[in-house]
């Protein structure tokens, strides 16, 4: 026991001597206490690091069962029971138990970022896959600092470079849908992302807009608006929309639960899907496959995902080498029945005239 003991007294009191605070002050930060101030635990944190020493709790061999948390900001969402069903799968194969986690974006951690990161190796976990937006830069840092193996799934904002993380391919998808609504004919095309900020939300929005500009269609402004990746947003962008004096004949939601939300208002103002309007979504969830009309949408491969950001933890539990940090899968455009070519020229259901969108060109439906 005393071999074990004397190289974590002689690197912890190397590190105090190097940051200029007491062998205590280390200790303190090592066993994730509070009563230290953040200025100090930075520095002793990094030059624990620059030291290479790990806790105890590190250094012990992985336990019989390994596990893994998996963080949401919330499970009402099909895209989140998607992911979370691969990661299921894949640690079924594995023998690994999953712990999951809901993080409320509203409702702020008890816990700070250092704090957290601590608790996941006092508890024994394994890593954390992280399906949220409540995960900023100085949270995912604290787990680096710690080497707790993390990956995040589908990140809203660019994690810091050493951050592994899985997606899909949201600019092609993009490109796809609205290439999909051009090749029906319409040349009103309108855009209801997610989050304005989300790294997502703007790739899908870019390659919407690569399609309309590649068919020399000028982007109206009007016709793109962002908000929550949930129903409420496609109420607002479709009431929105319809206000105008030339409405779009297709929208391209930037998610499933958007154009659900846009499903319902077109029923509330009497809009057929498609006959007046077709409408794209994005996720490929089975809400897509059981809405009325069965909704077009781009399909993520939702459940790869989660599997390969289960694969990503286990060959970094392993050491393994790992040659890239990012996986990105492909999407894919699944039609369904809420597409259609537009109505002839002056047909709206709400009867206000028809007109032509700025710079759009004249097409045979």
């Given at each position: ?22 062998a ?13 101030a ?13 030291s ?6 590190q ?24 992911v ?12 690994m ?23 996941i ?42 951050v ?18 051009l ?6 095309i ?15 929005l870019h390659g ?5 500009m ?30 105008l004096?030339?409405p ?9 639960s ?20 077709s ?7 089975h ?7 069965p909704l ?17 933890i ?29 109505p ?22």
């Open positions: 026991m005393e071999r074990e003991q004397r190289p974590l007294k002689l690197t912890l009191a190397a590190v105090a001597k190097e940051v200029g605070v007491s205590p002050t280390v200790s303190k930060v090592v066993n994730g206490r509070e009563d230290v953040e200025e100090t635990r930075a520095r002793v944190l990094a030059a624990l690091q620059r290479g020493y790990k806790s105890p709790l250094r012990k061999s992985l336990p019989a069962r390994q596990s893994v948390e998996v963080v949401f900001d919330s499970l009402n969402s099909a895209y989140s029971v998607e979370l069903n691969g990661v299921m799968e894949h640690a079924a194969v594995s023998d138990e999953v712990i999951l986690s809901v993080t409320s974006r509203q409702t702020a951690s008890p816990l700070g970022p250092e704090e957290r990161a601590q608790r190796i006092d508890e024994g976990r394994s890593g954390m896959i992280v399906v949220t937006s409540a995960f900023g830069s100085a949270q995912l840092e604290a787990f680096q600092r710690r080497r707790i193996p993390i990956v995040v799934v589908d990140p809203l904002n660019p994690p810091p470079a050493d592994f993380s899985v997606g899909a391919s949201n600019w092609a998808g993009g490109k796809a849908a609205a290439t999909h609504l090749g029906l004919g319409h040349r009103r309108a855009y209801i992302g997610g989050p304005a900020t989300a790294e997502c939300s703007q790739a899908r919407y807009m690569a399609a309309l590649a068919e020399g269609i000028t982007v109206d402004d009007d016709y793109v608006s962002s908000g929550a990746f949930r129903p409420e947003n496609g109420v607002r962008g479709m009431k929105a929309l319809l206000a004096e030339d779009p004949t297709a929208i391209f939601a930037g998610s499933d958007i154009a659900l939300g846009v499903l319902a208002e077109a029923r509330r103002q009497n809009i057929r899907i498609p006959e007046d309007m409408l794209v979504g994005f996720d490929g969830t809400q897509a496959e059981e809405s009325v009309p077009t949408s781009v399909s993520q491969p939702l459940q790869e995902m989660g599997r390969s950001a289960l694969r990503f286990l060959r970094q539990v392993h050491g393994e080498d790992i040659d890239s940090r990012r996986v990105e899968l492909a999407t894919h455009l699944v039609v369904r029945e809420s597409t259609a070519p537009p002839g020229p002056g047909v709206r259901a709400s009867g206000a005239r028809s007109g032509n969108a700025k710079g759009a060109a004249a097409v045979e439906a």
